[in-house]
C-alpha cells in the first residue's frame, strides 16, 4: 500500500465538528472560530521509549498516544475537537497493524466528537507517532498551572501508580490480582475530560495533568505559582489490591511511576464542595491529598507528609528524557 492509499484509508468520510471547514485532502486543514479560545497542544511518542511491541498492541499504542494528548487538553480545561497524526512507519509494521493504531485513536477520538484532520507520513527505522491536538474553551476559562494561591485544597482525580504497576505485570508475567485492571491502566489509561470541562463554572481552578508523576508535577504547580504545596502520603488514592505489588515499589510508582494521566489540581477551600459535586456528576474519583501554603524563601518547596508524619521535600524528580 502506497502513502496516497494509506491517507485514503484513515481519513474520515464525515466530519463531527461544526466548525471544520477542511479536512484531510488539501495542503492543510481549515476551521473556524469566533467566540472561544483555541487550545493546542503536541506529544511523539516513540516505540521502546514510550511503548514496546510486547506490552502493547498496535490499538493500545493509537488510544494511548491519543489519550495522553487528550489530557493534555483537559489539564488546561478544554473540550477536545481535533487532532493531526504524524507518522513515522517502519517496513515490518504491516496493513493490519496500522489499521489497529488507527483504530486505537479513532474509537477513542469518536467518544470525544474528535475528528482527524490531518497529518504526515513518512516511512523510517522505528515506529513514531507524533500527535498534534485542538480544543476549545470558553474565552478566559482555560487552567493554569500558576493560579495556586495560599490556604487551597490540593486534589488528584483517580488513582496513583496503576499505569507502572500496570507496566510491571506486562513485563513481570506471574500471577496477580486484577491483572487485566492493571493493564488496562498501562494500555488504555482514562482521561478526566467531562470533569475538567465542567470546572469551568468555578472561579479559580489550577490543573496539572500527570505524565512524569506527582513529584513533578506538583513542583511545577508549586514553581509556577510561587507556592509551597504540602502532600501526605497516606492520603494518595490507590487501586483495590495495589498493596501486592513488592512493598520498595509501590510509593516509588505513586510518586514518579507517571503515565497515570489523571488530574493534579488546587482549589479555593470554599469551592471544594462545589468541585465534588462536579466530580460526582461526572463520575469522576477525587481526592484531597494535601494544601497549599505560603512559601517564604522563594523556595517553591512540595513537602511531602510520610506515613511516620515525618516531613520530607519531595524532589522534581520522575520520568526525564534527556537525563
Ligand atoms: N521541542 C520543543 N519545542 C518547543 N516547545 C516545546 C518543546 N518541547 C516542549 N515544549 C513546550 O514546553 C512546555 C512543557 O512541555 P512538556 O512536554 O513538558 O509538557 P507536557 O506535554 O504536559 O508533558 P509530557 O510531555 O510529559 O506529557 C509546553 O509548553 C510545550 O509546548
Ligand atoms: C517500553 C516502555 N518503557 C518505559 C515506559 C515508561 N515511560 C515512558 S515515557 C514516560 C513518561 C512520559 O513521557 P513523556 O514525557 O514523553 O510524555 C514513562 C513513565 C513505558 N511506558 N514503556
Ligand atoms: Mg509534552
Ligand atoms: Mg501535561
Ligand atoms: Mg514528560
Do not use: C
Given at each position: 500500500m502506497d502513502e496516497f492509499s494509506f491517507i485514503d484509508l484513515i481519513k474520515q468520510k464525515t466530519y463531527r465538528q461544526p466548525s471544520i471547514i477542511r479536512g484531510i485532502g488539501d495542503d492543510a486543514a481549515v476551521f473556524r472560530q469566533s467566540s472561544q479560545d483555541?487550545?493546542?497542544?503536541?506529544?511523539?511518542?516513540v516505540e521502546d521509549v514510550h511503548f514496546s511491541r510486547s506490552t502493547m498492541s498496535p490499538f493500545h499504542i493509537g488510544y494511548r498516544s491519543l489519550a495522553a494528548n487528550i489530557s493534555?487538553?483537559?489539564?488546561?480545561?478544554?473540550?477536545?475537537?481535533?487532532?493531526?497524526?504524524?507518522?513515522?512507519?517502519?517496513?515490518?509494521?504491516?496493513?493490519?497493524?496500522?489499521?489497529?493504531?488507527?483504530?486505537?485513536?479513532?474509537?477513542?477520538?469518536?467518544?470525544?466528537?474528535?475528528?482527524?484532520?490531518?497529518?504526515?507520513?513518512?516511512?523510517?527505522?522505528?515506529?513514531?507517532?507524533?500527535?498534534?491536538?485542538?480544543?476549545?474553551?470558553?474565552?478566559?476559562?482555560?487552567?493554569?498551572?500558576?493560579?495556586?494561591?495560599?490556604?487551597?485544597?490540593?486534589?488528584?482525580?483517580?488513582?496513583?501508580?496503576?499505569?507502572?504497576?500496570?507496566?510491571?505485570?506486562?513485563?513481570?508475567?506471574?500471577?496477580?490480582?486484577?491483572?487485566?485492571?492493571?493493564?488496562?491502566?498501562?494500555?488504555?489509561?482514562?482521561?478526566?475530560?467531562?470533569?475538567?470541562?465542567?470546572?469551568?463554572?468555578?472561579?479559580?481552578?489550577?490543573?496539572?495533568?500527570?505524565s512524569d508523576g506527582i513529584a513533578n508535577e506538583a513542583n511545577e504547580i508549586a514553581e509556577d505559582s510561587h507556592v509551597n504545596l504540602t502532600v501526605y502520603e497516606e492520603?494518595?488514592?490507590?487501586?483495590?489490591?495495589?498493596?501486592?505489588?513488592?512493598?520498595?515499589?509501590?510509593?516509588?510508582?505513586?510518586?514518579?511511576?507517571?503515565?497515570?494521566?489523571?488530574?493534579?489540581g488546587t482549589v479555593p477551600s470554599q469551592d471544594w464542595?462545589?468541585?465534588?459535586?462536579?466530580?460526582?456528576?461526572?463520575?469522576?474519583p477525587v481526592t484531597e491529598v494535601g494544601y497549599v501554603s505560603k512559601n517564604t524563601d522563594n523556595g517553591h518547596y512540595v513537602w511531602l507528609v510520610d506515613r511516620q508524619q515525618t516531613n520530607k521535600l519531595l524532589e522534581k524528580k520522575g520520568y526525564t528524557h534527556l537525563k
Open positions: 483555541i487550545v493546542t497542544a503536541v506529544d511523539t511518542f493534555d487538553l483537559s489539564a488546561m480545561g478544554a473540550k477536545p475537537a481535533f487532532y493531526l497524526v504524524s507518522i513515522v512507519i517502519p517496513s515490518s509494521w504491516k496493513e493490519d497493524d496500522l489499521d489497529g493504531l488507527y483504530k486505537g485513536m479513532a474509537d477513542l477520538g469518536a467518544a470525544y466528537q474528535m475528528d482527524l484532520i490531518g497529518g504526515d507520513t513518512v516511512s523510517g527505522n522505528e515506529l513514531a507517532l507524533s500527535i498534534t491536538v485542538i480544543g476549545f474553551v470558553n474565552s478566559d476559562k482555560v487552567r493554569y498551572r500558576h493560579t495556586a494561591k495560599p490556604g487551597d485544597v490540593v486534589f488528584v482525580t483517580g488513582t496513583l501508580g496503576d499505569s507502572a504497576a500496570g507496566f510491571h505485570i506486562l513485563t513481570n508475567p506471574g500471577e496477580y490480582l486484577d491483572q487485566a485492571y492493571y493493564s488496562r491502566r498501562h494500555r488504555m489509561p482514562t482521561i478526566r475530560v467531562d470533569f475538567a470541562s465542567e470546572l469551568e463554572n468555578l472561579s479559580r481552578v489550577t490543573l496539572n495533568d500527570i492520603k494518595l488514592p490507590v487501586s483495590q489490591n495495589y498493596n501486592q505489588f513488592p512493598e520498595s515499589q509501590q510509593s516509588k510508582w505513586q510518586l514518579y511511576g507517571g503515565e497515570d494521566f489523571e488530574l493534579l464542595d462545589e468541585l465534588k459535586d462536579i466530580a460526582d456528576r461526572t463520575q469522576t
